[in-house]
């Protein structure tokens, strides 16, 4: 029964995630970083959260993976899915621009704007490279072989940025044999997706992996302005990776990435209330405290173009050599390039009329450079250091149509941004084995970050300074301690001290001249932590937590106000504010029989402003805005799922169904009621069945049709706007290996 549960494990992964994810291939460098699985118990999972392969339970710090093993229990179509997966985490799509725009909060912590001038707060790391923009960061579950959820701050391996976590996605390396699969679904609103990977050796010593996806979709919006299908989506991707071992010693690893979106695009809902100009002078209201101007989350009144005419395409290029120097040292340099090209008009006032629009085209550039010793082995110290070098630019040519300051008037107001970011660091981790029990981790990293702004308003507004950028640099030492105790041979206990940073940097739509030339400060969050990582009952039961305080100085927040020039508005970064964090997250894998895997997570959050003084509304009183609850940070969020499996004629039966609960949240910076979450309860499930390399699933998400909004936004006196989740999908997939 053991064997064939492993078995299945490993037919049954095209299913449940795209093709890639699925293959059961090496997971990491090495063969000897499969996951094994102890007779009649869990998986061990491999982790490389600390940049080098071990043990999920040795990890003295609060980390939840999914194995290639879990991943084929599921339905994952981008990064958002995997939020279930770990306790106080939610990721949403800001639906602000084209291809995905990420919100992701890690206890708390997180932002959500489209602008590339805000430094996401969570890091979302795709085989080792960053990704430093929200735009692109709602990764396709594509050939994901490994996701790691690393919560609180990861200033040292990770450096600037990953201030409240970090998502860490491997995906499958080439073969040296020939395999592949093929994949198939089809979903309501007529969605289409078609996934292929093959792999297979060139010679001895070189292998070769081939990907491809592509996905269309109606979407579920119903566009009643132009009676129409309104989000619908294409979205393609080639990719292919180069596996070489010219010698014993020496791996070398090539990939290129080719992704494209075309979409209509996202539809916003007007929720004005009464007070707001848009109400109360064009008429554009809301129905009633949480429902908007259209009268259903689903329906949009929006007049925005809605021809594919919103783009996003992106280039990802990855090399990685790996050189075993003996004595178990070993030197990893990994370089990355993302480039990416967007486009999009979209009517952000979700009204019939012309009042808020803007064409946002932008380019994007990074280059990161990382450079690592690691000692591994069995003897008291083990460490890895490094150094990091990154290199980032982009340009937006935004034109914002007002249609509500001159009546019958559109006016169309150009700004130009230029922004650049280069980044140094060198950084330090090790454990050093006091005694056989006793374990001590001392990091440390140093970051040395400079960003220059340029800003032309074409005689708009008083800036023109492209070829004449501002500039500011900070420097910053985040350091990292941890203290480790084996009470038994599965039962570890541990204390951990951790410290993050974001990045300064310059407000990335001014309509001022001082905003414009201002830099805002960096911020910090200091993190306490105790907690615990268990196996018991024949490593039957795997249950680990932890507690955790985090302090968070010199906030940063993004406060939208009234401007005299430009568009009227003005989106500014100020450092205004502290938080204090605290929590219990919990983890709990369990199987008490072969046939039968529970899954569970629950998390606890206390997130409050501790001070909050500033002029929130440009009237030139400072205010006290303590009172104030924290974006997505609810105070009860849990998951609960099982998988049961059955033989059944000729094949393998099973049926897999979780339950994830996001608890009462604020969504908008201002807690406005209309825009406010209840409690939450997604609904997954699937049957499956398989015979030999064939398989048929027929799945559904979000089964109870929540309807919660994914993000909202203030425009103090204009307007609110917000977006919903998907709702309730369904569909069929037929899965071929070979």
């Not at 290639?68 to 621009?97: H, K, M, W, Y």
């Not at 401007?563 to 989106?571: D, H, I, Q, S, V």
């Not at 609810?634 to 998951?639: G, I, S």
């Not at 998400?701 to 936004?713: F, K, M, V």
């Amino acid at each position: 029964m053991i064997n064939r549960y492993r078995t299945i494990t490993l037919l049954a992964s095209a299913a449940t995630l795209p093709l890639g994810a699925q293959i059961a291939f090496a997971q990491d460098a090495r063969p000897a970083d499969d996951p094994v699985q102890v007779s009649g118990g869990l998986d061990v999972i491999v982790v490389t959260a600390r940049k080098r392969t071990e043990n999920l339970q040795d990890v003295s710090a609060s980390v939840s993976a999914l194995s290639q093993a879990e991943l084929a229990r599921r339905f994952d179509s981008d990064v958002r899915d995997f939020a279930s997966a770990s306790p106080n985490v939610i990721i949403d799509d800001t639906q602000q621009g084209p291809g995905g725009v990420a919100a992701t909060t890690i206890r708390g912590i997180g932002v959500a704007d489209v602008e590339k001038s805000v430094d996401p707060a969570v890091g979302v790391v795709l085989d080792e490279i960053y990704l430093g923009t929200s735009s692109g960061n709602l990764v396709k579950a594509i050939d994901i072989d490994r996701v790691e959820v690393l919560r609180g701050p990861q200033g040292t391996l990770f450096g600037r940025n990953a201030i409240g976590g970090v998502i860490n996605l491997a995906r499958s390396r080439p073969t040296d044999e020939l395999t592949g699969k093929l994949r198939a679904t089809y979903a309501n609103y007529d969605t289409v997706e078609a996934e292929g990977l093959v792999s297979f050796p060139l010679t001895e010593w070189a292998a070769v992996k081939f990907t491809g996806a592509y996905r269309q979709s109606d979407g579920y919006i119903f566009n009643e302005f132009y009676n129409q299908d309104g989000q619908r989506s294409e979205f393609t991707a080639l990719g292919v990776q180069l596996l070489l071992n010219p010698t014993p010693n020496l791996e070398l690893s090539f990939s290129f990435d080719d992704q494209n979106t075309r979409q209509d695009p996202p539809q916003l809902h007007n929720l004005a209330k009464p007070s707001d100009l848009f109400c109360a002078v064009y008429g554009q209201c809301r129905v009633d405290l949480t429902t908007p101007q259209s009268g259903d989350r689903y329906v949009s009144v929006s007049n925005g173009p809605l021809n594919k005419n919103a783009f996003f395409d992106m280039n990802l290029g990855i090399a990685r050599a790996t050189y075993d120097l003996g004595s178990d040292l070993e030197v990893n340099y990994i370089y990355g390039r993302m480039e990416t090209d967007e486009g999009i008009t979209q009517d952000f006032d979700g009204t019939p009329l012309t009042l808020y629009d803007t064409d946002r085209p932008a380019v994007y550039h990074q280059d990161t450079h990382e450079l690592r010793l690691s000692k591994g082995g069995n003897g008291p110290l083990t460490f890895v250091v490094g150094g990091y070098y990154w290199d980032s630019a982009y340009t937006i040519d935004l034109v914002s149509y007002i249609g509500f300051a001159i009546p019958g008037t559109i006016l169309a107001i150009p700004q130009t941004v230029r922004q650049t970011t280069k980044s140094y660091a060198a950084f330090f981790e090790g454990d050093y084995k006091i005694s056989d029990r006793l374990t001590l981790t001392l990091g440390g990293r140093y970051t040395h970050d400079k960003k220059t702004s340029g800003v032309n308003d074409y005689g708009f507004g008083p800036n023109d300074n492209l070829d004449n950028p501002e500039e500011a640099d900070w420097s910053k030492f985040t350091p990292r301690a941890s203290l480790s105790f084996d009470v038994t041979e599965d039962v570890m206990i541990y204390g951990l001290y951790s410290r993050g940073y974001r990045s300064g940097g310059f407000t990335g739509r001014p309509t001022t001249e001082n905003t414009a030339k201002t830099p805002y400060e960096p911020e910090t969050v200091d993190n306490f932590e105790l907690g615990f990582k268990s196996e018991f009952a024949d490593r039957r039961v795997r249950l680990n937590a932890s507690a955790f305080l985090m302090k968070y100085k010199d906030k940063q927040e993004d406060v939208d106000v009234p401007a005299p020039t430009g568009t009227g508005r003005e989106n500014r970064t100020i450092n205004a504010s502290s938080a204090e964090l605290k929590g219990i997250e919990i983890d709990l894998t369990a199987r008490p029989m072969d046939s039968l895997t529970f899954n569970a997570n629950l998390g606890y959050l206390d997130a409050k402003y501790k001070e909050f003084i500033a002029d929130t509304n440009n009237d030139g009183i400072l205010d006290d805005n303590s009172g104030l609850a924290l974006r997505r940070a609810p105070e009860w969020n849990w998951t609960l799922g099982a998988t049961y499996e059955i033989a059944v004629g000729p094949g393998e039966f099973w049926v897999s169904g979780d339950v994830h609960y996001i608890g009462a949240h604020e969504i908008s910076f201002l807690n406005n009621p209309s825009l406010r979450n209840d409690g939450q309860y997604l609904i997954n499930g699937s049957l499956n069945y398989q015979i030999n390399n064939t398989q048929i699933s027929v799945f559904g998400r979000n089964l109870a049709n929540e309807d919660g909004w994914t993000i909202g936004y203030d425009v103090q006196g204009l307007w609110s706007y917000g977006a919903a989740r998907p709702p309730r999908t369904y569909g069929v997939v037929v899965t071929q290996k070979f």
